[in-house]
């Protein structure tokens, strides 16, 4: 049975009084119980083709032609109110940023709980317990305490888990998925696929798939549709199209996946040895230490909690144990790439150490200066040789302001150009991160989340820093462009000497640029070793569970994942007198330690 039928649709926006078209004259079809992935470089019309197909584009701006059929209703000719009971209802969709998708004042249980009454005709409480049962299927921890919160105390991948809950509420009889594990670490991920295949099953739901994760589209797409500039160029069964690619662009961008293993016969890039070994508890610091050059960041016993507070005075009741007694060190042209899943403190280390957040203690030290100890003036000029790629790049823009400006804006502050050099080198830097000159006098509101994350890594690169704190810097990028901005990350370090605290899910580009690892698990470092260490011989179960949950770039291998090594989550919130133990570590190998506690 067909459940959406789309037939030669075509989309175009209004710009300076023209329509150019953004999606050209597509066709496809998604069965009942089945997944159809549409993959393709960021701003190849895969997010407009969704939102087309909702009806979500803004009438005045864009047209849209063809026909959309779901389940033999056309959609182009149904009335915006009636299109309000097909949306959320019949036809559901996972948003690719979901900071931009959620309502700011609103709770997000309450969020998901409104669309529960507004189509299943629950009563409040029936709605809030309904709310919670879905929190807890996608993996977000202490459900019944984030029904009540809001959108910015949730981490990016938290969110994620949100709007899969909410687009999973109503049980649709099409799922729309744009980038719905962009976000998610590699666990998560697994099960966030199995829980969609699951109730697809159940309910025979036809699922569109869009991804730029090959790994991904190996794993769950039974037909894969190619996009590139505006046109679907290839249509056919996934194994078809993994085996034997017909066009030249499906080729390339199979031959840019990344692929966990492809580092293995490699020798690592730089080694560690381990110094003073003659204590009984082997400390991560020990491992990271190298005779010679003074590092560029030196991190010791960084602890970071947050205060929860509850009742009408605001009494903290419990905190939140981000990070706890973390260290390591950073040398000048090394990557330390921090893994592990959301929540468990990658994001909250690499802030406090740039001092967005305020640590609760410990020391940090960019190249042998103690932050901690600066004004906030001092703090301010000492940033530009330290700078950070968010994990959210709409939010980290200012809507308001042209990109070109924003990325010039760093070097007039810091007057390292005057305006019209600066507009020179942002225009440079936007090409160098494969964007087209023109675009620098766009808004961020034009732009592809894709698109976006290389404006915010141009940014990042405006002032020649020594450190880059990079959050989830190539999470949102198609596998062509990630493999050039990972090669322009690279040839940068390798040039400029720049030390990146590398933050990521993705194993298969941790493997591929970093020179050590450490593995975090509730705000602790549970394993640290080199590349080589962590990825041939990990040690801790949850440093094995990480790894076993990649997807494999492979449909023939579909259903053949490794078991999953067991190991039970916890929860990083602590009553307020909870007083941790320090952790032990044994030393495995040289430079390669494993958490014992």
Known sequence: MTILSVSNLTTSFRRNGAWNAVVNDVSLEVHAGETVAIVGESGSGKSVTAMSIMRLL??????????????????????????????????????????????????????????????????????????????????????????????????????????????????????????????????????????????????????LFITHDMGVVAEIADRTVVMFRSRALET????????????????????????????????????????????????????????????????????????????LLGRVTSRVHAVEDVSFDLREGETLSLVGESGCGKSTTGRSVLRLVNPTSGTIRINGEDIGALSEQEL?????????????????????????????????????????????????????VGLKADMARRFPHEFSGGQRQRISIARALTLNPSLIVADEAVSALDV????????????????????????????????????????????????????????????????RRLLDAVPIADPKRRNHRRAQAEFELGSAVRPADFVPVKAVYREHAPGHLVKEN
Request: net charge neutral; charged share 25%; hydrophobic share 40%.
């Open 380 to 432: 301010t000029q000492r940033r530009k040789r330290m700078q950070m790629i968010f994990q959210d790049p709409f939010s980290s823009l200012n809507p308001r302001m042209r990109v070109g400006e924003a990325i010039a804006e760093p070097m007039i502050v810091h007057q390292l150009a005057d305006k019209q050099n600066a507009m020179a080198a942002a225009v440079a830097l936007l090409e160098k």
């Open 58 to 207: 803004p009438e005045r701006t864009s047209r849209v032609t063809g026909e959309i059929r779901l389940e033999g209703s056309n959609l182009l000719s149904l009335s915006e109110h009636e299109m309000q009971d097909v949306r959320g209802n019949r036809i559901a969709m996972i948003f690719q940023e979901p900071m931009t998708s959620l309502n700011p004042v609103m709770t997000v249980g309450r969020q998901i709980a409104e669309a529960i009454r507004r189509h299943r005709q629950m009563s409040a409480d029936e709605a809030r317990r309904e709310t919670i049962a879905l929190f807890d299927r996608v993996r977000i921890p202490a459900s019944a305490k984030r029904f009540d919160e809001y959108p910015h105390q949730l981490s990016g991948g938290t969110l994620q888990r949100v709007m899969i809950a909410m687009a999973l509420a109503c049980r649709p009889r099409l799922l729309i998925a744009d980038e719905p594990t962009t976000a998610l670490d590699v666990t998560v991920q697994a099960e966030i696929l199995q829980l969609i295949k699951s109730l697809q099953d159940e309910e025979q739901m036809g699922v």
């Open 480 to 543: 062509s462009i990630k493999a050039q901005v990972v090669n322009l990350m690279l040839e940068l370090q390798e040039t400029l000497g720049i030390a990146y605290l590398f933050i990521s899910h993705d194993m298969a580009v941790v493997e591929r640029v970093s020179h050590r690892v450490a593995v975090m698990y509730l705000g602790e470092i549970v394993e640290i070793g080199s590349r080589a260490q962590i990825f041939s011989d990990p040690q801790h179960p949850y440093t």
């Open 236 to 311: 056919g069964p996934t194994e078809q199209i993994f085996e034997s690619p017909q066009h030249t662009y499906t080729r390339a961008l199979l031959s840019a996946v990344p692929r966990l293993g492809s580092m293995q016969d490699r020798a690592a890039p730089a080694t560690f040895a381990l110094l003073d070994t003659d204590t009984a508890a082997v400390t991560p610091e020990r491992a990271m230490q190298q005779a010679g050059s003074r590092p560029v960041l030196e991190v010791r016993n960084l602890v970071t909690r947050f205060d929860v507070k509850t009742g």
